[in-house]
């Protein structure tokens, strides 16, 4: 992993979030792209044609303006982590976010996407919570949330939710490389329902053979209710980081409305990796 793209808001969930991008960008000796991305006011009664092109110049004016304040605080930011060193890049774009997202990292080569994220309470989800949720769902780099919530700590215990489905050993492999970047351990955690397939121990097996020479342990736990089970395990456990991978159309889908990414999105302390299929 080489390059970083960090879009943010300038609010608290945002600076929470940069510290974790820039320690993600010194383990990876890699390059930061800081993403602001803004589009014109909603008003009760659009501009006359004339007037549109007036507005427009205001406000990018006005956005131009912002950026550059907020600039000087990221770098404070970077100075008090003493990772002045790592190298960013300063982007201003105007438009629909989550275009923007994916054009940025078209263009520039994106590894892996951080951003901050807000809790949601019940059906309500915030701005912040809404955008996250979007980039997972719209995006296919891996997506790193950092709820305002959590304070940076050194990532020594990291979950991988699982079905021991082959196609989740790609994620998984990818956690590992992670895992060894921190020097951390990782809890592979598998949630028993009632579509278990016949053959899960014996894939639960193979995956233990598998993995034996990696800093793995195996959790095979029962709850109706996967959401708070997992959000019971890693509060139990101390983790540090939660990893998911998204899935379509399976038993996850089947059991929300929305997929449990998305949910863990909302509702998660931990920072949240989201790695997708394929």
């Keep these: 992993m080489k390059r970083i793209l960090f879009p943010t808001d300038f609010s608290e969930a945002a600076k929470t979030a940069y510290i974790y991008a820039l320690k993600f960008a010194d383990s990876y000796d890699a390059e930061i792209f800081i993403l602001h991305s803004y589009d014109l006011p909603i008003v ?5 044609p004339e007037t549109a092109a007036e507005v427009f110049d205001i406000v990018e004016a006005n956005q131009f303006e912002s950026f550059r304040e907020e600039i ?7 100075a008090e982590q003493s990772l002045s060193h790592i190298k960013t890049s300063k982007l201003l774009q105007y438009g629909d976010l989550i ?9 520039e080569n994106i590894d892996m996407i951080i951003m901050g994220t807000k809790g ?9 919570g809404s955008n996250a949720a979007s980039v997972i769902a719209h995006t296919e780099r891996p997506v790193l949330c950092i709820p305002a919530e959590a304070e940076y700590q050194p990532i020594q215990n990291v979950v991988f939710t699982t079905q021991y489905m082959d196609r989740d050993n790609d994620a998984l492999a990818q956690t590992i490389q ?23 121990e014996e894939r639960i097996n193979e995956w233990k053979i598998y993995y034996r020479d990696e800093q793995i342990d195996f959790f095979n736990i029962d709850g109706q209710h996967i959401e708070q089970t997992i959000l019971d395990f890693i509060e139990n456990q101390a983790v540090h980081l939660l990893v998911m991978r998204t899935h379509k159309r399976n038993f996850f889908e089947r059991l929300f409305h929305r997929s449990l990414t998305k949910k863990m999105a909302y509702h998660s302390k931990i920072p949240l990796l989201i790695f997708h299929e394929g």
Excluded at 99 to 107: A, G, L, P, Q, S
């Design 72 to 78: 000087p605080l990221m770098e404070q930011i970077a």
């Design 44 to 48: 009760d009664t659009p501009p006359l």
């Design 120 to 128: 949601a309470t019940g059906l309500k989800e915030t701005f912040l």
């Design 99 to 107: 275009y923007n997202i994916n054009k940025v990292c078209d263009d």
């Design 178 to 200: 992670l895992a060894k970047k921190f020097n951390a351990r990782i809890q592979c955690l598998y949630i028993k329902n009632d579509d278990d397939p016949i053959d899960i």
